[in-house]
Nanobody, 115 residues
C-alpha cells in the first residue's frame, strides 16, 4: 500500500510559479509510475504529468514547456514545478502512484491562478 500527501497548493497570479510536493510512504524507486492529475470545477480529471521509476517523463500538451515533474528518491518525494501559470491551470491537483497493479491517490491540493 502507498500513502501520498500533497502540499504546495496556493493562490498565485497569472504568470507566477508554484511547486507542488507529493510525499510517499514507501521508497518511490519501487513505484512503477507516479504522476499528477488535476480536476477543475465542472471538468473531467486530467492527467498533467507522470514520471516512471526509470526516470522517463510524460506531459499533457497543455503544460508542456511550463511544468516539470521530478523526483527526490532520498526524500521519497515527487515534485511538480509549475511556471508561467494561467487561470486555466486552476484546479485541485492530485498525486497518484501506480504500484503492484493498484492506483493510489493523495487527498489533493488546491491551486488557484488569478488573472
Amino acid at each position: 500500500q502507498v500513502q501520498l500527501v500533497e502540499s504546495g497548493g496556493d493562490l498565485v497570479q497569472a504568470g507566477g510559479s508554484l511547486r507542488l510536493s507529493c510525499a510517499a510512504s514507501r521508497n518511490i524507486f519501487s513505484i512503477n509510475i507516479m504522476g499528477w492529475y488535476r480536476q477543475a470545477p465542472g471538468k473531467h480529471q486530467e492527467l498533467v504529468a507522470t514520471i516512471a521509476s526509470g526516470g522517463g517523463t510524460n506531459y499533457a500538451d497543455s503544460v508542456k514547456g511550463r511544468f516539470a515533474i521530478s523526483a527526490d528518491i532520498a526524500k521519497n518525494t515527487v515534485f511538480l514545478q509549475m511556471n508561467s501559470l494561467k487561470p486555466e491551470d486552476t484546479a485541485v491537483y492530485y498525486c497518484a502512484a501506480f504500484y503492484i497493479g493498484n492506483l493510489y491517490w493523495g487527498q489533493g491540493t488546491q491551486v488557484t491562478v488569478s488573472s
